[in-house]
């Protein structure tokens, strides 16, 4: 079946550092791939839309000049936390549609960003 | 717009209890439905889905029924396992790259 591989799985990082956190389709193309966000014991909340080629799309409230998005090919997007502050430590999940037929969507395995 | 409502936990249940976990939706179009489920500390899994009125979408035990008329689409299984402790997010899509809406997740604990 589909599958979305993400990483890093975990990640600990120095306030003022940057991570970078990378989503590939592994045996589809993925013109659309999503970014959540999710704090403990709580939903998933949509940050952004991905679509290969342009600039993505950001939530309300969601800083994208903090969360940097780029989709520069089918099967790849990543998500880079600038300027990471204690604040932004949560559970990033992204998302692709695809291979499960309609509606289908493939998620990764989640990353979970600490930072110190 | 689209919206998913579904049961706050958390639920408790002793190993072989039923579950349900209940889950209506609002939608301006048709959507299609889903169950996804998450283990702790992992990304999200589909569970189960149906794409029209009176589907069922069944797996490991568990189904969900498509129930136009009512707007719901409640998980359900006979005997649950401690293994089946979990995080269940119900969930809508409706058409096109749009996203899928998720509801607030139920937190379920089952207990030996």
């Known amino acids: 079946g589909a599958v979305v591989s993400q990483h890093p799985s975990w990640v600990i990082c120095k306030s003022g550092t940057s991570v970078k956190i990378e989503c590939r389709s592994l045996?589809?193309?993925?013109?659309?791939m999503f970014w959540y966000r999710q704090f403990p014991k709580q939903s998933l909340m949509l940050m952004a839309t991905?679509?290969?080629?342009?600039?993505?799309?950001?939530e309300q409230g969601v800083e994208k000049d903090k969360f940097l998005i780029n989709h520069a090919s089918l099967t790849l997007s990543t998500l880079t936390v600038t300027s990471a502050h204690p604040e932004d430590s949560s559970f990033y999940i992204c998302?692709?549609?695809?291979?499960?037929?309609?509606?289908?969507?493939?998620f990764g395995s989640g990353t979970r960003l600490t930072v110190v | 717009g689209n919206s998913v409502t579904q049961m706050e936990g958390p639920v408790t249940l002793s190993e072989e209890a039923f579950l349900t976990i209940n889950c209506t939706y609002t939608?301006?179009?048709?959507?299609?439905l889903f169950w996804y489920v998450q283990y702790p500390g992992e990304g999200l899994q589909l569970l189960l889905k149906?794409?029209?009125?009176?589907d069922k979408g069944s797996n490991k035990g568990f189904e969900a029924t498509y129930r136009k008329e009512t707007t719901s689409f409640h998980l359900e299984k006979g005997s649950v396992q401690v293994s089946d402790s979990a995080v269940y997010f119900c969930?809508?899509?409706?058409?096109?790259?749009?996203?899928?809406?998720f509801g607030k997740g139920t937190r379920l604990s089952v207990i030996a």
């Open positions: 991905s679509n290969e080629g342009s600039k993505a799309t950001y």
């Open positions: 045996d589809f193309q993925a013109t659309t």
């Open positions: 998302s692709a549609r695809g291979g499960q037929g309609l509606g289908g969507y493939t």
């Open positions: 969930a809508l899509y409706d058409s096109g790259n749009t996203p899928l809406v």
């Open positions: 939608a301006t179009g048709y959507p299609s």
């Open positions: 149906a794409t029209k009125a009176d």
